[in-house]
Protein backbone atom coordinates (compact mmCIF):
# COMPACT_ATOMS: atom_id res chain seq x y z
CA UNK A 1 0.00 0.00 0.00
CA UNK A 2 2.68 2.51 1.12
CA UNK A 3 6.19 2.98 -0.31
CA UNK A 4 8.79 1.68 2.35
CA UNK A 5 11.88 4.25 1.97
CA UNK A 6 14.89 1.81 3.22
CA UNK A 7 18.11 3.61 1.82
CA UNK A 8 21.19 1.82 2.04
CA UNK A 9 23.10 4.32 3.69
CA UNK A 10 20.93 3.71 6.46
CA UNK A 11 20.73 0.37 8.79
CA UNK A 12 18.43 -1.69 7.83
CA UNK A 13 15.37 -1.17 10.15
CA UNK A 14 13.75 -4.22 12.34
CA UNK A 15 10.24 -3.80 13.59
CA UNK A 16 9.79 -0.25 11.75
CA UNK A 17 10.09 1.68 8.36
CA UNK A 18 12.82 4.53 7.62
CA UNK A 19 10.29 6.37 5.38
CA UNK A 20 7.09 5.83 4.23
CA UNK A 21 5.63 7.78 0.85
CA UNK A 22 1.52 7.65 1.18
CA UNK A 23 -0.14 7.00 -2.71
CA UNK A 24 -2.03 9.98 -3.97
CA UNK A 25 -5.84 10.14 -3.17
CA UNK A 26 -5.40 9.05 0.14
CA UNK A 27 -7.22 10.52 2.82
CA UNK A 28 -5.05 11.90 6.21
CA UNK A 29 -6.66 10.10 9.37
CA UNK A 30 -4.98 10.95 12.42
CA UNK A 31 -5.52 8.45 16.10
CA UNK A 32 -5.80 9.55 19.26
CA UNK A 33 -3.38 7.81 21.69
CA UNK A 34 -5.21 4.64 22.38
CA UNK A 35 -4.79 2.62 25.44
CA UNK A 36 -5.38 -0.81 26.25
CA UNK A 37 -8.66 -0.04 28.23
CA UNK A 38 -12.15 -1.99 27.21
CA UNK A 39 -15.43 -0.49 25.38
CA UNK A 40 -15.72 0.69 29.41
CA UNK A 41 -11.94 1.83 29.31
CA UNK A 42 -11.22 0.07 32.02
CA UNK A 43 -7.94 -1.54 31.40
CA UNK A 44 -8.10 -4.87 32.26
CA UNK A 45 -4.15 -6.33 32.91
CA UNK A 46 -0.77 -4.56 34.24
CA UNK A 47 1.22 -6.85 31.98
CA UNK A 48 3.38 -4.43 29.22
CA UNK A 49 2.62 -7.17 26.54
CA UNK A 50 -1.22 -8.32 26.88
CA UNK A 51 -1.30 -3.95 26.95
CA UNK A 52 0.44 -3.74 23.95
CA UNK A 53 -1.70 -6.05 21.90
CA UNK A 54 -4.83 -4.36 23.26
CA UNK A 55 -3.53 -0.91 22.14
CA UNK A 56 -2.75 -2.40 18.51
CA UNK A 57 -6.58 -3.84 18.70
CA UNK A 58 -8.04 -0.37 19.67
CA UNK A 59 -5.82 1.35 17.03
CA UNK A 60 -6.45 -1.27 14.26
CA UNK A 61 -10.36 -0.82 15.71
CA UNK A 62 -10.38 2.97 14.55
CA UNK A 63 -8.67 2.45 11.53
CA UNK A 64 -10.95 -0.38 10.19
CA UNK A 65 -14.44 1.94 11.41
CA UNK A 66 -12.85 4.25 8.69
CA UNK A 67 -12.81 1.36 5.87
CA UNK A 68 -8.88 0.73 6.16
CA UNK A 69 -7.17 -2.09 8.03
CA UNK A 70 -3.16 -2.49 9.19
CA UNK A 71 -1.49 -1.68 6.05
CA UNK A 72 -3.23 1.74 5.94
CA UNK A 73 -1.08 2.75 8.85
CA UNK A 74 1.79 5.22 7.81
CA UNK A 75 3.23 6.20 11.31
CA UNK A 76 2.68 4.98 15.01
CA UNK A 77 4.16 6.54 18.18
CA UNK A 78 4.39 4.75 21.11
CA UNK A 79 4.77 5.75 24.59
CA UNK A 80 6.34 3.40 27.02
CA UNK A 81 6.56 3.73 30.88
CA UNK A 82 9.56 1.45 31.14
CA UNK A 83 11.85 1.12 28.38
CA UNK A 84 14.01 -1.35 30.72
CA UNK A 85 11.16 -4.17 30.83
CA UNK A 86 10.11 -3.20 27.12
CA UNK A 87 13.68 -4.45 26.18
CA UNK A 88 12.72 -7.73 28.43
CA UNK A 89 9.68 -8.11 26.77
CA UNK A 90 10.78 -7.17 23.01
CA UNK A 91 10.23 -10.71 21.69
CA UNK A 92 7.06 -11.33 23.18
CA UNK A 93 5.98 -8.02 22.06
CA UNK A 94 7.00 -9.19 18.37
CA UNK A 95 4.51 -11.54 18.37
CA UNK A 96 1.51 -9.45 19.29
CA UNK A 97 2.63 -7.53 16.60
CA UNK A 98 2.95 -10.14 14.02
CA UNK A 99 -0.44 -11.37 14.80
CA UNK A 100 -1.96 -7.89 14.09
CA UNK A 101 0.15 -6.67 11.02
CA UNK A 102 2.32 -9.81 9.85
CA UNK A 103 5.41 -7.92 8.10
CA UNK A 104 3.92 -4.70 8.11
CA UNK A 105 6.07 -1.92 9.28
CA UNK A 106 5.23 1.68 9.44
CA UNK A 107 7.47 4.88 10.54
CA UNK A 108 7.70 4.67 14.04
CA UNK A 109 8.53 6.14 17.20
CA UNK A 110 9.18 4.72 20.69
CA UNK A 111 9.26 7.21 23.35
CA UNK A 112 9.62 6.70 27.00
CA UNK A 113 7.37 8.57 29.45
CA UNK A 114 6.78 9.23 33.17
CA UNK A 115 3.22 8.32 33.57
CA UNK A 116 0.92 7.71 30.85
CA UNK A 117 -3.08 8.92 31.50
CA UNK A 118 -4.42 6.12 32.73
CA UNK A 119 -1.67 5.68 36.10
CA UNK A 120 -2.11 1.77 35.22
CA UNK A 121 -1.09 2.28 31.78
CA UNK A 122 2.59 0.65 30.85
CA UNK A 123 1.82 1.68 26.87
CA UNK A 124 -0.11 3.75 25.02
CA UNK A 125 -0.24 4.28 21.14
CA UNK A 126 -0.95 7.01 18.49
CA UNK A 127 -1.14 6.64 14.62
CA UNK A 128 -1.74 8.03 11.16
CA UNK A 129 -3.43 6.05 8.84
CA UNK A 130 -4.62 6.94 5.10
CA UNK A 131 -7.37 6.21 3.99
CA UNK A 132 -9.59 5.94 0.61
Known amino acids: ?3 KINPPTRHNP ?3 THGVIVPEGKRMMFISGQLSGNIQGVLESD ?3 TQFGACLDNVLTVVRAAGGDARNIAKMNVFITDFPLYHAKKREIAVAWYARFGEGFPAMTI ?3 AEIFDSKGKVEIEATAFVD
Open 47 to 49: DLV
Open 1 to 3: MFE
Open 14 to 16: SGY
Open 111 to 113: IEV
